[in-house]
């Protein structure tokens, strides 16, 4: 269980860390490192398949909440290759706006081949 703990605790960390960077060119190169080509990506708000339209997701989500970080919300857990983790969302050192909780399946080499998200906590006017 360690193994399958310590794996989703770093799949959630650079899962957090790709929506976190703004730099376009390096979150491109670590969506191209951590997700496979055809990984889809689906929430009650949003959905994407492949690279481009993820990178579009995170790019939309930086630019309506500006400087705003995700962090991680408790303790990831996982198992074969599946991972589940929450995660919060608002500036540093303030309650977070939002709070969700992401379910990942890893594809065989190990990168994210599909995220489905549920959001937990939402203000009432998103």
């Known amino acids: ?6 794996q989703a605790g770093r799949t959630a960390q650079q899962y957090l860390a790709t929506w976190n960077e703004t730099d376009p060119a390096r979150r491109r190169a670590m969506i191209a490192q951590g997700w496979a080509e055809d990984a889809r990506y689906v929430d009650p708000m949003m959905q994407g398949t492949g690279h481009a339209e993820i990178d579009a997701m995170i790019a939309a989500v ?3 909440f500006p400087g705003f970080r995700f962090a991680l919300h408790g303790t990831p857990d996982g198992h074969g ?5 929450s995660w919060s969302l608002g500036p540093a050192e303030v309650e977070p706006l939002a709070i969700g909780t992401d379910f990942v399946q890893l594809s065989p080499d190990g990168r994210i081949a599909s995220v489905t998200g549920f959001l937990d906590q939402i203000p009432a006017a998103a």
């Open 81 to 85: 290759d599946r991972v589940r983790f």
């Open 62 to 64: 930086q630019d309506r």
């Open 1 to 6: 269980m360690t193994n399958a703990t310590e």
